[in-house]
Antibody, heavy 120, light 107 residues
Framework: EVQLVESGGGLVQPGGSLRLSCEASGFTFSDHYMDWVRQAPGKGLEWVARSRNKDNSYTTEYAASVKGRFTISRDNSKNSLYLQMNSLKTEDTAVYYC???????????WGQGTLVTVSS | AIQMTQSPSSLYASVGDRVTITCRASQDIKNDLGWYQQKPGKAPKLLIYAASSLQSGVPSRFSGSASGTDFTLTITSLQPEDFATYFCLQDYNYPITFGGGTKVEIK
């Protein structure tokens, strides 16, 4: 059974940093693109970042709103995906979801999400 | 960025009704579109991929179709468990973008 379990969310002050983790199980982690997607309270969904798979050398992509501040990475030995978030802004407040791309340009599995609150 | 314009933003329907939700892409995305269902406090669930393919385990009352840059999710005979928010996603190019969502509420 595929599972994605996020952790690391919490309350942080503007300008601060936080590192999110996503532990994956039930599939060959290195075979899949993995993304972070966020949802601000009462708002729609926003794609944040992508880590491609082994065949694509684990290259990355970022949304313009987070480029230069956030870094996506993965540890395939631990089946884990990470999101290092620096210089956090109040507008980064959201539930952050870890997602798996099926290989067909669609997310077939999502984690339950972890809440990040940026506030003074 | 490709804009996904989803309509309506909300609708009221009764059990047994046929419901149609539309996403219009601002440019050609081929059929790189998925439809998701989200219930409060829960992770989204994939319903349809590649515009019209039914995800395994999803009831057949859900279907998707495409016509150019217009994509439609149809729920035939709405069930009580279908009251939720639905949204589309395009993964044709970066940045990946989502429709604004449609909240299906009980009439």
């Amino acid at each position: 059974e595929v599972q994605l379990v996020e952790s690391g969310g919490g309350l942080v002050q503007p300008g601060g940093s936080l590192r999110l983790s996503c532990e994956a199980s039930g599939f060959t982690f290195s075979d899949h693109y993995m993304d972070w997607v966020r949802q601000a309270p009462g708002k729609g969904l926003e794609w944040v970042a992508r880590s491609r798979n082994k065949d694509n050398s684990y290259t990355t992509e970022y949304a313009a709103s987070v480029k230069g501040r956030f870094t996506i990475s993965r540890d395939n030995s631990k089946n884990s995906l990470y999101l290092q978030m620096n210089s956090l802004k109040t507008e980064d407040t959201a539930v952050y979801y870890c997602t798996r791309d099926s290989g067909g340009d669609v997310y077939d599995y999502w984690g339950q999400g972890t809440l990040v609150t940026v506030s003074s | 960025a490709i804009q996904m314009t989803q309509s309506p933003s909300s609708l009221y329907a009764s059990v047994g009704d046929r419901v149609t939700i539309t996403c219009r892409a601002s440019q050609d995305i081929k059929n790189d579109l998925g439809w998701y269902q989200q219930k409060p406090g829960k992770a989204p669930k994939l319903l349809i991929y590649a515009a019209s393919s039914l995800q395994s385990g999803v009831p057949s009352r859900f279907s998707g179709s495409a016509s150019g840059t217009d994509f439609t999710l149809t729920i035939t005979s709405l069930q009580p468990e279908d009251f939720a928010t639905y949204f589309c996603l395009q993964d044709y190019n970066y940045p990946i973008t989502f429709g604004g969502g449609t909240k299906v509420e009980i009439k």
